[in-house]
């Protein structure tokens, strides 16, 4: 059994997506199981966005947790430009399994994600250059590699695929091409922490003598759907603003409920009512926050109320979210722990069927990744 832990949920989900692929067992969670006969167990955690001190403590007590159930090996999904705080919780989980090297590999060339010569490329440009820089909680303000993750140079080794692993520290991974990435899992023991995106983890399960399927199975999005984005990122905007624009029921979170610290339960009620309404009669409803809203108070949390107050009104079949931290809010809020991947629509884009509420499926997304035409939100 491999075990992963991720440090959101949409991460964890783009890899349990990835085991789908390679024809795996595959069990989400929220919690650690006392048994498992998964062939890959995710757990999926939100210490993205907990302070690094929290995320230290509930990383420590996750890895404890999981090498009781002596998995193969474990992997740890951090975020492909490095948003977050993956070097301390990488050095926890160096301190709890007793190993003394971690193999960081964070790019993903086939999203146009590069590393060379110790700076990040994203779609051929420096990253600090893309809207990454504008990221709400973890601002990209240069494409060297110790300045993202906020260390000194002497903290880490940035090393290309001809050099070897020294024995001890943390080793992030240059990686321009496919081939990098076998070559970076060619190298791999069981004496070093694996690491990384999910271009990494796919080679991994290459090396392990695993292979892909292809998987063309029907898909049609059942009735009624619901769209929710937490997002910033422009992409998604024009695309809502595309739906908005070609007649589709999309609902903003208004300023009353935004910007205000505790608003009134009332104001909630008469949106979900709305909303409500939308989904009876057009089987598809939008909820986002306008883009001149991206300093509300705790909106994700709002967003993950006003659902369940949807959910509680009308049977939703289908929960389309886009987000990491917005997705883990509605999941608590619905209170949901366990998921079955059902089907890949790309890397990161990943149905999923709830073994606690009979009927329901979600399909989540990174928002800076794209929907694939075929879920069907166009």
């Known amino acids: 059994m491999i075990a992963l832990i991720a440090d959101d949920l949409t991460g964890a989900v783009e890899l349990a997506g990835i085991g789908l692929r390679y024809a795996l067992r595959v069990e989400i969670l929220t919690l650690v199981p006392p048994s498992t006969d998964a062939d890959l167990l995710v757990i999926a955690t939100d210490?993205?966005?907990?302070?690094?001190?929290?995320?230290?403590s509930t990383m420590a007590d996750l890895t404890v947790q999981l090498i009781t159930l002596k998995p193969d090996f474990l992997y740890k999904k951090v975020d492909s430009v490095l948003r977050g705080h993956v070097l301390a919780e990488l050095h926890v989980h160096l301190n709890e399994t007793g190993l003394s090297r971690a193999l960081l590999v964070p790019a993903n060339p086939a999203l146009n994600r590069q590393i060379i010569d110790g700076r990040y490329f994203v779609d051929g440009q420096p990253?600090?250059?893309?809207?990454?820089?504008n990221d709400t909680d973890f601002p990209i303000k240069s494409a060297e590699i110790h300045m993202m993750l906020r260390c000194e140079e002497s903290d880490i080794e940035v090393l290309d695929g001809t050099e070897a692993l020294p024995e001890a520290g943390i080793i992030v991974a240059e990686c321009s091409?496919?081939?990098d990435l076998k070559l970076w899992a060619a190298k791999t023991d069981r004496q070093t922490l694996l690491a990384g995106g999910s271009g990494f983890f796919a080679a991994l399960l290459e090396s392990l003598g695993h292979s892909a399927r292809n998987d063309h199975s029907h898909f049609a999005l059942r009735a009624p759907a619901l769209y929710v984005s937490g997002t910033s990122f422009d992409k998604s905007r024009k695309l809502i603003g595309a739906f908005k624009a070609a007649g589709a029921q999309v609902f903003y979170l208004p300023e009353n409920i935004i910007y205000s610290v505790n608003p009134d339960d009332e104001l909630f009620d008469s949106l979900a009512e709305l909303i409500v309404s939308a989904l009876n009669l057009h089987q598809k409803a939008v909820l986002a926050i306008d883009e001149h809203a991206v300093q509300g108070v705790n909106l994700r949390e709002k967003q993950a109320l006003l659902v369940r107050k949807v959910c509680n009104k009308v049977k939703v079949k289908e929960l389309l979210i886009e987000?990491?931290?917005t997705a883990l809010a509605i999941v608590q809020q619905l209170n949901l722990n366990h998921f079955i991947p059902v089907q890949e629509f790309s890397t990161g884009v990943v149905r999923l069927q709830s073994l606690e509420h009979e009927g329901l499926f979600l399909t989540l997304k990174p928002g800076s990744y794209a929907w694939p035409t075929d879920v069907g939100l166009r």
């Open 323 to 325: 987000g990491g931290a």
């Open 177 to 179: 091409a496919e081939e």
């Open 127 to 133: 990253i600090h250059l893309s809207s990454f820089a």
């Open 47 to 56: 210490t993205r966005s907990m302070t690094e001190q929290e995320a230290v």
